[in-house]
């Protein structure tokens, strides 16, 4: 596979297999770990592997109505929340993997940036007996049908990449949340472009689970960046920031239906919300 990012500078990458119960919270982690880069907290590469419960996970610049059936979600008893990165809509449940990657590097090239690690999923679904193949700028399909979308944010001192994989999930449920998406219309927001979707279950016709894929994916990722992942949690500055931004934005309808503005701190402003925060809030495995 030919370089497409410039070398990396560590052979040790930390790993975090890591989630909460709260898709909100797990949400606020992703941002909270790439805070921790930008002040200098961390600065070992990273790699996260978590789930969510039921949810439906709008892209940081679009409009929820258009993209969510709102009634589906609430007579489904799914959660409609907002990441910090980019990109479309999406669906989670426990049945679909989220991988991400973090580094302090920033590429030299998004659309190379994307290729190389979208390519390490095509690589563990290969391991697994799937042949799959990119679709650019961020999807994954097999036989023509959606199997993974990623995003991605890049700060002075971060690059943040993170997809969703739909290792058995719940596709009938996906359809009927995400089903606005079909609908084309104009509107200033960023709109998701809708695909037929499958999961690796439904590809293989056999049980495959999302700690298959886990295994598989850390062996890509070790084998195709010539890196050792070490197990790993997170430091107690992430759980404190995850904590600031969970309270102050991630669990509120402010952030989650209406959009980002009055939402863009930096570390100054988490600080200062995460002093007003009980010591004991703090998310843990």
Not at 26 to 31: F, H, K, Q, T, Y
Not at 263 to 281: A, D, M, N
Request: with cysteine; aromatic share 8%; charged share 25%.
């Amino acid at each position: 596979m030919p370089t497409l990012v410039a070398p990396l500078r560590k052979s040790r990458w930390r790993y975090l297999n890591f989630s909460t119960t709260s898709t909100y919270r797990n949400l606020a982690v992703e941002e909270a770990i790439a805070l921790a880069f930008s002040n200098g907290t961390q600065t070992d590469p990273t790699i996260r592997m978590w789930v969510n419960p039921k949810a439906v996970i709008v892209g940081r610049f679009q409009e929820v109505v258009d993209e969510v059936d709102l009634a589906q979600c609430d007579a489904n008893g799914l959660q409609v929340a907002r990441r910090f990165t980019g990109g479309g809509t999406v669906f989670h449940d426990l049945g679909t993997l989220n991988f991400t990657m973090l580094d302090q590097r920033r590429p030299d090239s998004m659309f190379g940036f994307q290729e190389r690690n979208l390519q390490l999923v095509v690589d563990a679904l290969g391991n697994l007996g799937i042949r799959s193949s990119l679709s650019p700028p961020n999807s994954i399909l097999i036989d023509g049908r959606k199997v993974c979308g990623a995003s991605a944010a890049v700060g002075a001192h971060f690059a943040l990449w993170h997809c969703s994989i739909l290792v058995d999930t719940d596709i009938r449920l996906l359809e009927l949340t995400l089903a606005p998406s079909k609908i084309r219309e104009v509107s200033r927001f960023v709109r998701s472009r809708w695909q037929p979707v499958t999961s690796l279950a439904k590809a293989l016709a056999k049980t495959v689970t999302v700690n298959d894929l886990k295994h598989e994916l850390r062996k890509s990722v070790e084998r195709g960046l010539r890196v050792r992942l070490e197990d790993d949690s997170i430091l107690e500055d992430e759980a404190r920031y995850a904590e600031a931004l969970n309270a102050r934005k991630y669990s509120l309808d402010a952030w989650n239906l209406r959009g980002n503005h009055g939402f863009v701190w930096g570390k100054e402003e988490v600080e200062e919300i995460t002093r007003r925060l009980p010591c004991e809030s703090a998310p843990r495995p």
